[in-house]
């Protein structure tokens, strides 16, 4: 199958708007700024367009909303302009920029543009609004239209930063960054939208290991039997109700001089489709379970990046890839598992998979050496009703760690937001015959998901990503198309890439 991936170049220029050849250029709008000092010449190119349609109610300060201008004169070089509503409020200083640059650049693929400009405005640090507004870009342009046949190749090719180039900071440096990460968040979107008979474990395996191995991170794909060997029953126990063999996925980025410590591991869930298995789920919106592997996409997109950008700690990337199917081998409720670890675990709901195969795989992150740990996954139904689908759930310990993977979460504008965990809520896994049950009852079915995860994390700090609500977009919005977000690739990379942070 053919790419979903079209991400145009991105340079930086400092030249006057009026002086850019672009087909369109595009502008952030604050409230009611005044364009006038920054954009001089655009209110008379364009006939006063901006002042009369918010004279008139047609361009209103509400963030995503558009105002697309002609333009006219000789002293004006770009055809068209599209002002961009942006926020004046938010978490971190790009996230208006990102979010403004994206929905230029979804505006500039549906024009049919070749060549765009964004012009970052406001009060940011330069190197920061360069990368926010080169990841929004990037972002922006993507479009899953691989399984359409009346697909058209994507028009726009270059997209300009419009940035002071004499400020302080490598701003093509940092373009080329925003790039990087956005498309690294495009490669767990690719993965995401992947039908589950295209991506079966096997293909996510292959296809993961050129997206990584391209980027010189060094992979080693274990199939069943290394799975055996290693003892992981949770794994294979998922696995076994399908025809198609599980894999494990283990990446490896080894900076040449870098430090014996921290080795940050990346564990992301692997599910290519939930049917639930024997405790099956009903047929209504089954079809969306094939993102179950969100987690696994996003840790894949991350790794790519860190190879990319040179990451200066040491990653290692895990992830658990099976199908949860009710075949008649499949396990049965009450079946009792002995995880690699050696814990016993009474699968009580075989719809409760993702935490077996992670479970097995933390165990595994430690083995390796890892000295931190995050874990990101489509974990439960209750995360959603919890948190909707705006903020990711946040899960871990100590309160520093938690602290440090929600501010990288901040700086990537994906917000994730803390919910609780700990021995009170590993009380409500009680099992009767073995050391764990693996549901622990509706009410607090996040934390449960997260306490049955933390019993599996030993003492190493540890935090849970719960993206059953973040993963996938079913609307679409100004600034994003439909379908899987690739959430958490670019928190996941940043993390890596600021280990000075944490
Ligand atoms: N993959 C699902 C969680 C999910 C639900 C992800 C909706 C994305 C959208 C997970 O494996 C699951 O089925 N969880 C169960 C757990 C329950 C049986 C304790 C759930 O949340 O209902
Ligand atoms: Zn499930
Ligand atoms: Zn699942």
Same mark, same amino acid.
């Given at each position: 199958m053919s790419t979903a991936r079209t991400e145009p170049t991105v340079t930086v220029a400092s030249a006057a708007p009026a002086d850019l050849d672009v087909d369109l250029l595009a502008l952030p709008v604050f &409230? %009611? $700024? $005044?364009l006038a000092q920054d954009v001089g010449g655009l209110s008379a190119a364009s006939g006063g367009e901006l002042a009369r349609a918010r004279a008139s109610g047609e361009f209103r300060p509400k963030p995503r909303e558009t105002l697309l201008v002609r333009t006219v004169g000789d =002293?004006?070089?770009?055809?068209r302009v599209l002002h961009v509503a942006a926020r004046t409020e938010a978490p971190d200083a790009g996230a208006p920029l990102r979010e403004a640059a994206a929905v230029a650049a979804r505006t500039a693929s549906r024009l049919h543009v070749g060549r765009l400009a964004f012009v970052c405005r406001g009060d940011v640090d330069p190197v920061r609004a360069v990368q926010a507004a080169a990841e929004g870009l990037v972002l922006g342009c993507f479009e899953d239209r691989?399984?359409? %046949? $009346?697909r058209e190749e994507p028009t726009l090719r270059e997209c300009i930063v419009v940035a002071d180039e004499a400020a302080d900071g490598d701003l093509p440096a940092a373009a080329s960054r925003g790039r990087t990460l956005a498309a690294a968040a495009n490669v767990a979107r690719e993965l995401a939208g992947e039908p589950s008979n295209v991506l079966t474990p096997r293909v996510f395996a292959e296809r993961a290991a050129a997206l990584v191995g391209e980027a010189g991170v060094g992979v080693e794909i274990l199939d069943e039997d290394a799975i055996r060997s290693l003892g992981m029953e949770l794994l294979l126990g998922v696995a076994r109700g399908s025809s198609e063999p599980p894999r494990l996925l283990v990446m490896r980025h080894e900076p040449p001089h870098a430090k014996e410590s921290p080795v940050l591991a990346l564990v992301g869930k692997?599910? *290519?489709? $939930? *049917?639930? &298995?024997? %405790?099956i789920k009903p047929a209504d919106g089954m079809e969306r379970m094939k993102e179950d592997m969100s987690g696994g996409a996003a840790v894949v997109g991350a790794l790519r990046a860190i190879g990319q950008l040179r990451a200066p700690c040491r990653v290692i990337g895990l992830v658990p890839m099976t199908e949860n199917m009710p075949g008649g081998r499949a396990t049965k409720p009450g079946d009792i598992l002995t995880g690699a670890s050696g814990t016993t675990v009474e699968v009580t709901n075989t719809d409760a998979e993702g935490r077996l195969i992670l479970a097995d795989a933390l165990w595994y992150a430690r083995e390796l050496g890892a000295t931190h740990l995050v874990d990101v996954a489509t974990l439960t139904g209750a995360c959603i009703v919890a948190l909707g689908h705006v903020s990711s759930g946040l899960f871990g310990r100590p309160a520093a760690w938690v602290d440090a993977v929600r501010g990288a979460g901040e700086r990537a504008g994906e917000s994730l937001w803390p919910l609780p965990v700990g021995e009170e809520y590993r009380e409500l896994l009680r099992s009767e015959m073995a050391d764990l049950n693996n549901v622990g009852g509706r009410p607090g079915g996040a934390s449960s998901a997260a306490a049955f995860l933390e019993a599996f994390a030993g003492d190493l700090p540890w935090t849970h990503v719960d993206i059953a609500g973040t993963a996938w977009d079913d609307k679409g919005r100004e600034d994003r198309a439909k =379908?899987? *977000? =690739?959430?958490?690739a670019r928190t996941l990379a940043g993390l890596a890439l600021d280990p000075g942070a944490w």
């Open positions: &409230g %009611s $700024d $005044d =002293g004006w070089r770009p055809p691989r399984y359409k %046949s $009346d692997g599910v *290519t489709f $939930d *049917t639930g &298995g024997i %405790s =379908g899987a *977000t =690739g959430v958490m």
